[in-house]
């Protein structure tokens, strides 16, 4: 019932935004926290191009409407950052690793170790990340962050046609004992 739940909320509220999010696969396992409501904000400054540039990133994570068994008084996370890279469009369609915390209401913390999978089709930009939380609440459970968001802008540098500043994505989050 929750996971009908979840993936109704999910549908009506990226429905809002114009994109419809797919609920992330069930698991064997017992789920240990799901945010129905996430979004990523990600900024490039200066915009990247089709060109390798230098440029800072600076991304923020909301996880919101967050229920967990295991932790009750759990309700939202967030997870932020900045680092600098050297990118191009392209890059931003090849499949990385990606290491952060997320920090949730209760000051508690999650550090996340994954495998970043995009795709781009149109102006259609999702990421699925799934990997294992390394460190502090939930250690050892997997992790699954299913997002999208749509940017004529990226789908345009990526053809070598301007560049891409910022894009918003939203999606579920869902932590899972193993």
């Not at 050297?86 to 952060?100: G, I, K, N, Y």
């Not at 209401?105 to 781009?120: H, K, V």
Request: a neutral charge; one cysteine or more.
């Amino acid at each position: 019932m929750r996971r009908k739940l979840t993936a109704l909320l999910v549908v009506l509220i990226a429905g809002t935004a114009g994109v419809v999010v797919p609920a992330p696969a069930a698991h064997a396992g017992i789920l240990d926290v799901t945010c129905a409501l996430t979004s990523s904000t990600i900024q490039y400054n200066p915009p990247l191009s089709n060109t390798p540039t230098t440029s800072t990133v600076t991304a923020n994570h909301l996880y919101g409407a967050c229920v967990s068994a295991s932790v009750p008084a759990i309700t939202s996370g967030t997870a932020t950052g900045s680092v600098t890279v050297t990118r191009s469009c392209l890059d931003l369609l090849a499949s990385s690793t990606v290491t952060f915390t997320i920090t949730w209401n209760t000051g508690q913390t999650s550090t996340i170790s994954a495998n970043y999978s995009p795709t781009l089709v149109g102006p259609v930009y999702t990421t699925l990340s799934t990997g294992v939380v390394t460190g502090g609440l939930f250690a050892g459970d997997t992790y699954v962050n299913d997002r999208s968001g749509v940017s004529p802008p990226l789908a345009l540098c990526a053809l070598g046609l301007g560049t891409f500043s910022s894009i918003t994505m939203y999606g579920v989050l869902e932590i899972t004992s193993v």
